[in-house]
């Protein structure tokens, strides 16, 4: 089927809208923009999943990683929502959700107080990694997320600990970003009050690494933590 | 009934655990104590707040507030879970998620890295808040959470804003901390691998305040906002 008109379409530049993923508010503050999503989520390593136990809501942060439209997340084999995840068919029904806060925005009203952030949604469901390949790249992802470059400079997991290790996978097919950026946005009657307003950037960052006191003689720190 | 031996008895302080409050990993992690959780709720401002629609769930980051023993959250009132919660009898069921990362924790083994953190996680119905001053307390509390000492200086709602805001508040009833905290835990075979390894601590604060260009004449950055 190689060369046939639909495979020579460029792929598509944004995830289609759907009913769940255009908000019902400020709708102008949705995006789709694959790019976006993509720096968006690469961007942080802690997402927030949320699944249903016992038809009761469940949100529980966890660390993920990317690679290419496919998210990762990995717990121990004995977690609940990754046993949901394996025992599930057709999947797991879950909805991850990672959120940047870039800024208090404080307005003369209490009203119009916000925050400028950029968080993405994605829903659908979840599915037990088995193929031990996927798995390998998937574990290796998500300690590239937190640390580029620091899968490479670790010991690979051992057979045993790859078995205690449950990864679950989430396609990007049904997913949004939504954003506020920029600053006040008063009323014109309010412009005139004594109050202060603007917006109070976030400081993101690392504090000087603490070596482990055992560290083997003659380690250094790495590159790629000092440009952390 | 004043006096009678079960008034007479302190308040408790720690959450009763109960079966979805107990981590089937890791229960070490787990705490209860009321102090601790406030702490954690106090030091944020953003949740994820996990809710099920159409039999699947949804997680969605919005700011909340604690009065004492209750959790606010708020919203237009256009918004989904805002409007289920005020339609739910008896509430909507919701799960509450506040995480703080607080630093890398990078093992000579892939398996063994991790991240300390802090997180609460509540449980348990929303109830839309319709008494006026249980709102605009609410409401004061939401501000506050963000930056303490901003609901005072800032105009109140008025009537029609107060109207357009839905607040929803969530017992703390159905409570649990899990914390990570110290350093690595490697197998001591890999002790004397030549990867580097510690903790790398999360910075936290703001950059400088960014004043909006319309502020009336002489209005200075408050002290509040000066001692972030």
Tied chains: 1, 2.
Excluded at 72 to 78: I, Q
Excluded at 79 to 88: E, K, N, T, V, W
Excluded at 189 to 207: I, K, M, Q, S, T
Aim: net charge negative; hydrophobic share 35%; with cysteine.
């Amino acid at each position: 089927m190689q060369g046939t008109p639909s495979q020579q379409r460029p792929a598509a530049t944004a995830y289609p809208p759907t009913e769940r993923t255009v908000p019902t508010r400020s709708p102008d503050r949705a995006a789709y923009d694959k790019e976006l999503v993509h720096a968006i989520l690469d961007e942080g390593y802690v997402c927030h999943l949320g699944f249903v136990r016992d038809g009761a809501p469940v949100v529980l942060p966890t660390l993920y990683g990317r690679v290419g439209e496919r998210l990762y997340v990995h717990g121990s084999t004995g977690s609940r929502p990754l046993r949901a995840a394996g025992q599930a068919e057709p999947g797991l029904p879950v909805c991850l959700t990672v959120t940047h806060v870039d800024g208090l925005v404080l307005a003369r009203s209490a009203f119009h107080h916000s925050i400028n952030y950029r968080s993405v949604v994605v829903h659908g469901p979840a599915y037990d990694v088995t193929d031990p390949e996927e798995k390998r790249q998937a574990l290796d992802a998500l300690v590239d997320h937190v640390v580029p470059g620091r899968a490479a400079d670790s010991r690979p997991a051992d057979k045993k600990e790859l078995a205690a290790t449950a990864v679950i996978r989430l396609d990007l097919n049904e997913v949004s970003a939504k954003l506020r950026t920029g600053g006040v946005n008063d009323e014109p009657e309010d412009l005139a009050l004594p109050h202060w307003a603007g917006v109070v950037p976030l400081r993101r960052g690392y504090d000087t690494p603490l070596a482990d006191p055992g560290l083997a003689p003659g380690t250094e720190l790495p590159d790629y933590l000092a440009a952390l």
